[in-house]
């Protein structure tokens, strides 16, 4: 079970967020405020592992009481419920784990509670895996394993950095993808660059992290326009993004300069 605190100011719509909530059968409902200040508090005394909360609150912006909530000692998940389809990108900015658009309804509360599972789970991994590490005098934590709990399915399979060729964003989930498959996750792109970020993997748009190791070539097709093809199971291209272009090209002029650099 899940402990989750509702942060929403309107009664009628917390009462029905908790509905749907507890109709998941995997929800606890640990207590609700109806503003910023009264969340920051129960959130503090209660310390849920989740918080779902319209992201216009009375007195403080939504977004601000996560970058708050980070600040705890146990800081809870986020998701985000709203009827603004305008504020996606500054959620995902402070890692919420999903942006609920109301009219909320039962398979999206159960999809954002999915996705909040996957993140515990990957969560206690991760600790476990330090944990273990660091039991063993001199072993170091392997930090290169990708636990990836594939959507749909009670499976929880572990990736080498290397196996990666991509994560792409798409359809509300993100794919990772290999030289063998493509695997759906309810992962936020957010987590896998936290996970595989820096060399060789870039960030080429909002919806796409690639190993470039594993890209077949780079297409070069206007101003800061390029395709690239990736070595995974379909030969996939992917589009970069204007600012992604930025990264890409100081990403080939620091190859093309580890080339030519005298031996």
């Given amino acids: 079970m899940i402990s989750v605190v509702i942060i929403e100011d309107e009664p009628i719509a917390a009462k029905y967020l908790a509905k749907l909530l507890c109709a998941t059968g995997r929800v606890e409902i640990a207590g609700e405020a109806p503003d910023a200040e009264g969340g920051l508090r129960l959130c503090a005394q209660l310390r849920p592992e989740a918080v779902f909360m319209d992201i216009r609150l009375p007195s403080q912006d939504g977004i601000s009481l996560a970058q708050r909530l980070h600040l705890l000692p146990q800081p809870p998940l986020v998701v985000f419920t709203?009827?603004?389809a305008d504020r996606a990108s500054d959620a995902f900015r402070v890692a919420a784990v999903d942006y609920l658009i109301k009219p909320l309804n039962a398979a999206q509360v159960a999809e954002a509670v999915a996705r909040l599972e996957v993140?515990?789970?990957m969560e206690r991994i991760?600790?476990?895996k330090r944990m273990a590490a660091s039991a063993r005098?001199?072993?170091a934590v392997d930090e290169d394993l990708l636990p990836v709990k594939v959507a749909g399915e009670d499976v929880v399979r572990f990736l080498t950095r290397r196996e990666v060729v991509a994560a792409v964003r798409r359809d509300r989930r993100t794919w990772i993808?290999?030289?063998r498959e493509e695997i759906p996750t309810y992962f936020a792109i957010s987590d896998v660059l936290r996970w595989l970020g820096g060399a060789p993997f870039l960030q080429v748009s909002r919806e796409t992290l690639v190993n470039m190791q594993a890209v077949?070539?780079?297409?070069h097709y206007g101003d800061r326009l390029y395709q690239l093809q990736l070595?995974?199971?379909s030969g996939s291209t992917v589009e970069v993004s204007r600012?992604?272009?930025n990264r890409l090209s100081a990403y080939l002029k620091l190859r093309r300069e580890a080339v030519d650099a005298p031996a």
């Fill in 137 to 139: 005098e001199g072993e």
């Fill in 119 to 121: 993140r515990k789970v």
């Fill in 216 to 219: 077949e070539s780079v297409v």
């Fill in 243 to 245: 600012s992604g272009a």
């Fill in 126 to 128: 991760c600790r476990e």
């Fill in 231 to 233: 070595r995974d199971r």
């Fill in 82 to 84: 709203t009827g603004y």
């Fill in 177 to 179: 993808h290999t030289v």
